[in-house]
């Protein structure tokens, strides 16, 4: 059983700051990329940042400058650090991982979401 537990989201106003965290769990042998997406109502899921297990990070253009990804490989965390949030990057979180079992699996996997709302 693989997990990824996710915390962090909440309300803040704009020009705000937010962390959000995520933790693989289970049966991982090795995980390779780690990012966030996201997705607002009546919009598709999209990108918001991503980092390789060598620590390469791509950006949506939309939150370069503003947030930043960083993975801790011996615990199996990633963090989205958010700040100078809008309203328009209100949406719902998604952590994702693309991981190597321990039976050697290979597979892609999403944590439930966590709510990011910005309103003054």
């Known amino acids: 059983q693989v997990q990824l537990a996710e915390s962090g989201g909440g309300l803040v106003q704009p020009g705000g700051s937010l962390r959000l965290s995520c933790e693989a769990s289970g049966s991982i042998l090795s995980i390779n990329n780690m990012g966030w997406y996201r997705q607002a109502p009546g919009k598709q899921r999209e990108l918001v940042a991503i980092?390789?297990?060598?620590?390469?990070?791509n950006y949506a253009d939309s939150v370069k400058g503003r947030f930043a990804i960083y993975r801790d490989n011996a615990k199996s965390t990633v963090t989205l650090q958010m700040n100078t949030l809008k309203p328009e990057d209100t949406a719902v979180y998604y952590c994702?991982?693309?991981?190597?079992?321990?039976?050697?699996?290979?597979?892609?996997?999403w944590g439930q979401g966590t709510q990011v709302t910005v309103s003054s």
């Open positions: 994702n991982a693309d991981l190597v079992l321990r039976n050697y699996y290979r597979g892609n996997y």
């Open positions: 980092i390789s297990s060598m620590g390469s990070t």
